[in-house]
């Protein structure tokens, strides 16, 4: 399509930013192995966390956007390094004294605590595949212990042994020099027990690429390091890896980026074209430390999913990639509803403004309908007053309002009618704190309250919110939003909520009158 082409490489989008710098890297000439190669990569030392699955979308939007500008065909590998050996027991698995028995062995040489497959590098694994799958992602996995085990690494390594004073020279420079003393860029694997060894190598040979080490008893041994027999420290790895599989593209988080130099210059040393980047900001939990798959601080997929639709957790991590973002239970109904606003804006936009659009890059230029005509915020509050145990307790007030809608005819609303009543159940219920209002407050609700009866004007919303609005105005509440707050903690039990006027709208006019004027007797 020329016209979404010519407005795609001008669009400020960033996954067009970046897909543009990929265009850039073959205009001369196509890359001879026929295709452009994206990567992501996972350390699958703890329970795959919502961060990873960012790395994933966020690199397919990547992925995507070059397709709609360049004619070269694409392939995305998700890199599992399930060969790093187990330094310490995550603290959110069961079965932990099993696992410290396997300290330093290859994950994938760790039993499972799970019980569920071979290994915990397996389980973790197929933890990942599944989420991705859930998503719908398109990739290729690969396993580091496959990789390294079935020979796809040997030539890179036999390089690494031929180049090794090289890539020791780029790695002293990064190192303490305690720690210079004893490093190498190679790991052996215990010719007997297949515990990854941090210990000096003694010689390294280029000319049948062996290399010589003691062991922690001070045994010496000489093995080759193809085979799987060693594997590479994580820095050294990343770059190798690049150049093995001939890597374009890979994004990482900002604890990456002062290692970006490092990576680049091991892949070049090795025979391969460093990729372009991409760093992004950390993910933060609820007291803005960094989430861990260790710790297992933070939200979850599964527990995103728990309460609201896939595509809300995608416009999370569409937006601004470069801000470190809090990602805690309280960011989920805001992200429903203004994924929802972006849906409903596309269809009257122009090519330029939909690139931009967060659902164009969410649906690959194919963004479904919203049917959401009640935010997802109102439903919190409507769950709230309504005391709905599930969505059919919501469903009355809604067909009230909107007459057209159905579980049948707006399925996104249904399903987000019982995210809602759980997420109220769980999160807001718990927290409500209900006050007393003060005289001034007290007058104007119950200035509201006679209004309210003598209106006659239906259920439209604009002009119900206008009714508040001219309460809250006579009633000299400077900023009005101080109005609007009172609203919500003496009735509502929370400091913020929707807009007052379609909550009154889709709850009642008569049940509205009635609410205040419980809140009023309360206090």
């Not at 859930?134 to 085990?149: H, K, N, V």
């Not at 050294?236 to 002062?258: C, I, N, Q």
């Not at 710790?295 to 609201?308: H, P």
């Not at 407050?441 to 609005?469: C, H, I, N, P, Y």
């Amino acid at each position: 399509m020329p016209d979404l082409r010519d407005a795609a490489m001008t669009s400020k989008a960033w996954p067009f930013e970046e897909a543009r710098k990929l265009v850039k890297r073959y205009e001369k000439a196509p890359p001879e192995k026929g295709y452009v190669l994206f990567e992501t990569g996972y350390g699958p030392s703890g329970l795959p966390h919502i961060g990873t699955f960012g790395e994933v979308l966020r690199t397919t939007m990547i992925r995507r956007a070059f397709e709609a500008i360049s004619d070269i065909p694409t392939r995305l590998i998700c890199f599992s390094d399930d060969m790093d050996g187990m330094r310490k027991v995550p603290g959110n698995v069961p079965n932990q004294e099993v696992l410290a028995e396997h300290l330093q062995k290859p994950l994938t040489a760790v039993p499972d605590p799970f019980g569920t497959h071979e290994s915990f590098g397996a389980h973790n694994n197929a933890m990942l595949r599944r989420f991705l799958d859930t998503f719908g992602f398109e990739y290729e996995f690969y396993s580091a212990t496959e990789f390294y085990r079935s020979g796809q690494f040997d030539e890179v390594l036999c390089r690494a042994t031929e180049r090794y004073d090289e890539l020791m020279a780029v790695m002293l420079k990064s190192l303490r020099e305690e720690r210079q003393q004893t490093y190498s860029v190679f790991l052996p694997l215990h010719p007997e027990t297949g515990r990854v060894l941090y210990v000096p190598v003694k010689e390294v040979n280029p000319r049948d690429h062996t290399i010589t080490f003691d062991d922690e008893d001070g045994r010496e041994w000489t093995v080759p390091v193809a085979g799987g027999n060693v594997k590479l420290q994580w820095k050294p790895d990343f770059g190798a890896r690049w150049a093995a599989l001939g890597v374009d593209f890979e994004m990482y988080g900002k604890d990456h980026s002062t290692n970006t130099p490092i990576y680049d210059r091991i892949c070049e040393i090795l025979g391969g074209k460093k990729p372009e980047h991409f760093t992004y900001e950390l993910f933060l939990d609820e007291n803005g430390e960094k989430i861990s798959k260790s710790k297992g601080n933070g939200l979850s997929i599964d527990e995103w999913l728990t309460y609201a639709a896939t595509e809300s957790l995608s416009y999370f991590m569409y937006q601004k990639p470069k801000t470190a973002k809090r990602l805690w239970w309280d960011v989920i109904p805001k992200a429903v509803d203004e994924y929802h606003q972006q849906l409903r804006a596309f269809p009257g936009q122009d090519i330029k403004a939909q690139l931009a659009n967060p659902v164009w890059h969410i649906h690959r230029g194919d963004p479904p309908e919203s049917r959401m005509v009640v935010p997802f915020a109102m439903l919190l509050n409507l769950a709230s007053v309504a005391g709905a145990e599930d969505k059919d307790g919501l469903w009355g007030f809604i067909r009230r309002y909107a007459p057209e809608a159905s579980p049948e005819t707006h399925p996104d609303l249904d399903q987000a009618a019982e995210f809602a009543v759980r997420y109220f159940r769980d999160f807001v219920a718990p927290t409500r704190e209900f006050r007393a209002p003060d005289a001034k407050e007290r007058a104007a609700m119950e200035d509201l309250v006679a209004r309210l009866k003598a209106w006659e004007g239906g259920q439209d919303a604009e002009e119900l919110q206008t009714l508040v609005f001219a309460v809250g105005k006579d009633h000299g509440f400077e900023p009005l939003r101080d109005w609007f707050k009172a609203l919500y903690e003496v009735i509502l039990g929370a400091s913020q909520g929707p807009r007052f006027g379609g909550f009154v709208a889709l709850y009642g006019v008569d049940e509205t009158v009635k609410l205040i004027e419980d809140a009023l007797a309360r206090g």
